[in-house]
């Protein structure tokens, strides 16, 4: 299964002043073209159920499943919306065997930080937006030390930037 991360962030480094807030309101319109671009490309994304609550429905034309302690709590809709409170790899394995190939994680800083951590992270496309913060959500929790390597460089829309990593993955 390969697992693309799509994340945005601020020059400083957060992808959020507070959890609450939806990246929708500080990110430019060529970074969300980019996010729905490569999310109906990939056809299903996987996110926290706290960035699912920012953008409070679900993705048209996408799978979208939502990381949550409590599924029981929510409505699941065939082939459009999916609650889980499953591990990383246990969610990859079933999607796997419904004959999906890819993923893209989409959010937040606790599920980047669980599939970063496990080593199931290919590639990250971070947009770097230029705005500072000064504090707020960092990228990832948990995860540890995480080594890259820059595939390219994009400037998207007027001002930001487009950064393509590859993953080192853990033991390779």
């Given at each position: ?40 490309e ?12 920012t ?35 246990k ?82």
């Open positions: 299964m390969h697992v693309t991360m799509i994340a945005a962030m601020s020059a400083d480094g957060f992808i959020a002043q507070e959890a609450s807030q939806s990246s929708m309101v500080w990110t430019s319109e060529a970074d969300r073209k980019f996010f729905i671009d490569k999310t109906k990939i056809g299903t994304v996987i996110m926290g159920r706290k960035t699912f609550e953008f409070g429905k679900p993705l048209k034309n996408r799978l979208l499943v939502v990381m949550t302690s409590e599924p029981a709590k929510y409505t699941s809709q065939p082939d459009l919306l999916e609650f889980t409170s499953n591990e990383p790899a969610i990859l394995a079933d999607l796997e065997k419904r004959g999906k190939s890819s993923v893209v994680l989409g959010g937040g800083a606790g599920v980047y930080g669980m599939f970063l951590k496990a080593g199931l992270v290919d590639e990250l496309y971070l947009t770097v937006e230029p705005i500072i913060f000064s504090a707020g959500v960092k990228l990832a929790e948990n995860c540890g030390r995480v080594d890259m390597e820059l595939i390219d460089t994009v400037k998207l829309g007027g001002q930001a930037a487009l950064l393509h990593f590859r993953i080192n993955k853990k033991g390779s």
